[in-house]
């Protein structure tokens, strides 16, 4: 069943990263109830999320090995990461660019592949 949602399931999730990073947040009352650095927490989760909602998505869809699976979906992560920062700068006055926000999303897409990439190759043993 899994599979057959995976595709929507992924692009829900991207289309709802999308949305949330560009949408204008009432910084001030999110700041009285969490820290200043809880957001870079929430990028490196929500990119880690993506890598592994697409990894699944592409490794069920194509028959790429898994290192070439993962090495697809890091990039694109990475890539898409990057971009909503360059579109934060561009198009809204509310959000900004931050090159912390891309080191945690970075971050986040490379500790779940290494681990997508450790887990799926003691699953092969």
Same mark, same amino acid.
């Given at each position: 069943m899994l599979k057959?949602? /995976?595709l929507l399931i992924s692009t829900v999730y991207t289309i709802s990263l999308l949305t949330v990073s560009l949408i204008r947040l009432d910084f001030d009352k999110i700041e009285d109830i969490v820290p200043s650095f809880s957001d870079k927490l929430f990028h490196f989760a929500a990119y880690g999320l993506l890598t592994w909602f697409w990894f699944y998505t592409l490794k069920m869809k194509l028959s790429y090995s898994i290192l070439k699976t993962l090495i697809v979906v890091a990039i694109a992560? =990475?890539?898409?990461? *990057? =971009? &909503?920062?360059? !579109?934060? #700068?561009? !198009?809204?006055? *509310?959000?900004?660019?931050? !090159?912390?926000? =891309?080191? /945690?999303? &970075?971050?986040?897409?490379? &500790? *779940? /592949?290494?681990? !997508?990439? &450790?887990?799926? #190759?003691?699953?092969? #043993?």
């Open positions: 057959k949602y /995976a992560c =990475i890539a898409f990461g *990057t =971009i &909503i920062e360059v !579109l934060q #700068k561009e !198009l809204t006055n *509310t959000r900004f660019f931050d !090159l912390y926000d =891309i080191a /945690a999303n &970075i971050g986040g897409v490379l &500790i *779940t /592949a290494s681990l !997508l990439l &450790i887990y799926k #190759k003691s699953d092969v #043993k």
